[in-house]
């Protein structure tokens, strides 16, 4: 096949700089690792922390997945594999279980991962500190010192205002013991796939320039308070007025007309499968 | 001048804090006598190299359950030598033990980060002139001071609730204002959110930096209050800075002179004010309202 482009659009410097990047991620596992984050086709803010992930990482027998909040059919992901496609010729897919590589924004799929696939996560804001320190050469030092009093505090106030861990997504995480993560902004019912998974996570955030990863098997704990421990969303008994399925991340959808409301499985390849 | 004695809860030894590498004319010119004018500096400044010297040796004790006060004009290093005490800072050279941290064997200026970051966060306790440096002023007064029970190693909300909002009773802060964020509070009531912060993790230890400054005359007596009577009940020792000779003459057993980054004087507080020795003191004290 014969391409206008560098195959996988990035030179090879461009590539080697990256999986650089990502070795050290993966031995360093939590631990945010700067990168020369490139400019990419599409703005800063839009998935080019995964997509150079993505771009660095692919070869010719791999079968790319991308999804955008658990969509694959969003703009945002057919336009990614309209991208990566042009510039390998690989395959693409919807299923889960047939891609190697899985590029995804806000959602790790419903269908478990196994130890062939890699897990691309889109970052938009890799630092779980940043909301109490702006400056990155102390949470550098934070981070260095395992001082993660500020992470656990914004958790404390949302406590006291709400009554309960109120983040809807990004809720932090200690990996293997060491360093505090933001998970990027998956709902917490994601949060336990993190841990102990069998396939390789890495995390990418284009505009911050930083790479990390969680490796195979890996100890991932969200943070919590001995008497608030974590919990992951709950969908009140609702099921998938689509195909049926209950215990699986649900949007819910509403009709202002009727005032009726219903759900459906966010991850929309997970609910084609099930359908009757 | 200071005898190195047992069981002081803190001893400061030869502190020094340089903003510059100093040049061999500034450097040997040092703590050669009491003269101001002696060396090359102007004041703290050498003219020469450009370094500023913050702290030029100093050594200090306090006991358990005392008050120390240091008095100083602006500038004179009072506010330095809390950061450096506090690991705000980084001493350039000297010694810092604390009793109750290797029985007072290790000198903590050369311990490792974490171990720094323990000592601040379970020994001492320290109240800024500005709120705004001890305080985080978008959360709410309660979260303020979980925090360095959360630092502390604390992971039970229930607890910390408690424990704070028995704190900010103490300090007079009402219960229906507790919630709010520091921001919405009067400076006196966020200087006692500081000081309940401060005694969060009851530390032996409490350095309180100009904590009247700004403050009208009925809220600082409302603090002062506050303060002798956590050292009457509590007994924690406390190193008070203040350029204030009123604030010291209340707080202060003993108290030391500084200036232009040198202990000028040192002394039981009621002889210094009564009795000054040195020409700086006796302006100082001499200009008293």
Redesign the interface.
């Known amino acids: 096949m014969n391409h206008t482009t560098h195959f996988a659009f990035f030179d090879e410097g461009s590539k080697r700089e990256i999986r650089r990047a990502i070795l050290k991620a993966v031995a360093i596992p939590g631990y945010q690792v700067p990168f020369a984050s490139r400019e990419m086709p599409i703005a800063r803010g839009w998935g080019t922390g995964g997509l150079q992930l993505t771009l660095s990482l692919v070869g010719l027998n791999d079968t790319l997945k991308v999804i955008d909040q658990g969509a694959d059919d969003s703009v945002n992901a057919v336009s990614i594999k309209a991208l990566v496609g042009a510039s390998t010729g690989i395959a693409m897919t919807d299923q889960t279980s047939q891609a190697t590589l899985i590029q995804s924004r806000h959602r790790i799929p419903e269908v478990p991962l196994t130890e062939n696939q890699i897990l691309v996560l889109q970052v938009p804001m890799p630092e779980p500190l940043r909301p109490i320190e702006a400056s990155e050469q102390v949470t550098k030092r934070l981070h260095a010192e395992k001082e993660y009093s500020g992470a656990y505090l914004s958790l404390f106030e949302d406590i006291l205002r709400y009554g309960t861990m109120a983040a809807g997504a990004d809720h932090p995480v200690m990996v293997e013991g060491r360093y505090v993560m933001a998970p990027s902004p998956i709902p917490r019912f994601d949060n336990p796939k993190l841990d102990k998974n069998p396939a390789l996570i890495l995390l990418g955030a284009g505009r911050e320039k930083k790479i990390y990863a969680v490796p195979p098997y890996t100890q991932v704990k969200s943070l919590d308070f001995e008497d608030h421990p974590f919990r992951v969303e709950d969908f009140g008994g609702a099921h998938c007025s689509l195909c049926g399925t209950q215990g699986v991340f649900l949007d819910e959808l509403y009709d202002p007309t009727t005032g009726r409301t219903w759900h459906q499985c966010n991850d929309t390849s997970f609910c084609g499968r099930n359908a009757p | 001048m200071i005898q190195q004695q047992a069981g002081a809860l803190l001893k400061v030894r030869n502190l020094t804090k340089r903003f510059g590498d100093g040049c061999p004319q500034c450097l040997e010119g040092l703590g050669t006598g009491n003269d101001a004018e002696e060396g090359p500096l102007h004041h703290n400044y050498c003219p020469i190299c450009g370094t500023v010297h913050a702290l030029r040796d100093i050594s200090l004790d306090l006991w358990p359950g005392e008050i120390l006060g240091i008095v100083g004009e602006s500038g004179s290093g009072k506010s330095t030598l809390m950061r450096c005490l506090y690991f705000d800072q980084e001493a350039t050279e000297g010694e810092f033990f604390l009793d109750p941290f290797d029985g007072g064997k290790a000198n903590v200026l050369k311990v490792s980060?974490?171990a720094r970051?323990a000592i601040r966060h379970t020994l001492l306790g320290m109240v800024y002139q500005n709120p705004v440096m001890g305080l985080?002023m978008n959360?709410?007064a309660?979260?303020n001071i979980?925090?360095k029970l959360?630092?502390a190693g604390s992971?039970?909300?229930?607890t910390?609730?408690a424990r704070a909002s028995e704190l900010l009773d103490q300090v007079n802060i009402p219960l229906r204002r507790m919630?709010e964020s520091p921001s919405r509070f009067s400076g006196g009531m966020q200087q006692r959110v500081q000081i309940a912060k401060a005694l969060s993790n009851r530390p032996p230890l409490l350095l309180l930096d100009e904590i009247t400054t700004g403050l009208d005359l009925s809220v600082q007596a409302k603090v002062l209050d506050l303060v002798r009577q956590l050292q009457a009940d509590l007994g924690i020792g406390m190193l008070v800075v203040s350029h204030d000779l009123g604030v010291i003459r209340m707080l202060a057993d003993r108290t030391l002179v500084m200036l232009n980054g040198r202990v000028v004087e040192s002394g039981l507080t009621d002889q210094i004010l009564e009795d000054p020795q040195d020409p700086y003191t006796q302006d100082l004290v001499h200009s008293l309202l």
């Open positions: 980060a974490q970051r985080r959360y709410s309660v979260a979980a925090e959360i630092a992971r039970n909300v229930g910390m609730t919630g």
